[in-house]
């Protein structure tokens, strides 16, 4: 099973907002979702604003054998105790970034989608305090 990755457009003022499958039909279907729970996604983006790969430190609810169902049955991801790693194959990132995200879980427990959040003017905002 292939993890899928849809993308929005980008809006001046949210960013680019991503939706991560994990389920097998592609979709959370939104009476599919019975629990959110809130992480700090570390991404990786191409030039054009596609994930290449990123990783999110999995909260103590979500690492049974059970939550993680979906995540381990996909090839391009990795569990190493507490981090999930998703790598995009045939992609390469330019920039490197913390994004807001938000795991979705089933009745059942599993993660079955992950949302993520990311602003490129956070970044240069970030980027001016610094200096």
């Not at 991404?43 to 690492?63: H, Q, W, Y």
């Not at 790693?85 to 995200?101: F, H």
């Amino acid at each position: 099973m292939a993890i899928q990755v849809a993308r929005t457009e980008f809006d001046e003022q949210l960013g680019y907002q991503y939706y991560v499958a994990f389920n097998s039909h592609g979709t959370a279907e939104e009476d599919e979702v019975h629990d959110r729970v809130p992480v700090e996604v570390a991404v990786s983006l191409c030039e054009n604003g596609d994930l290449a790969d990123f990783s999110f430190e999995l909260p103590k609810i979500c690492r049974s054998q059970a939550a993680l169902t979906f995540v381990k049955e996909a090839a391009n991801a990795r569990y190493i105790e507490p981090r999930v790693y998703i790598t995009m194959p045939e992609l390469n990132g330019d920039t490197v970034a913390r994004a807001a995200g938000r795991l979705e879980l089933d009745l059942a427990g599993r993660i079955i989608g992950l949302a993520i959040l990311w602003s490129p003017i956070e970044m240069l905002q970030s980027a001016a305090e610094i200096s």
